[in-house]
């Protein structure tokens, strides 16, 4: 009986030890998402000015901002390998 509660009462101890180490661990997950995330609304930002700005009719305008805005990143490509308008130049 004395061995069962020895090593029931170590046991505990272990998992107790475990789990204090493992909350000195400092998770970067919500911290990179949060930059990342910044990055991306700081170029939607961006490429709604430039739209703004553009030669393009009104309605047009329009939809591609609510495009980028509904789907940041997919519209944000799509518009940049489709709605840019592009150099005749070499």
């Known amino acids: 009986m004395g061995l069962l509660i020895n090593s029931a009462t170590l046991s505990v101890f272990l998992l107790a030890f475990v789990n204090c180490v493992a909350a000195e661990v400092y998770y970067v997950g919500p911290t990179i998402g949060g930059i990342v995330g910044l990055i991306i609304l700081i170029v939607d930002i961006i490429a709604a000015v430039e739209i ?29 390998l489709c709605g840019r308008a592009r150099s005749t130049g070499i």
């Not at 939809?63 to 805005?69: E, P, S, T």
Request: no cysteine; hydrophobic share 65%; charged share 15%.
């Open 52 to 80: 703004l700005r553009s030669g393009k009719p009104l309605v047009e305008k329009i939809l591609w901002i609510l495009f980028i805005f509904f789907f940041p990143i997919i519209g944000l490509v799509v518009y940049l």
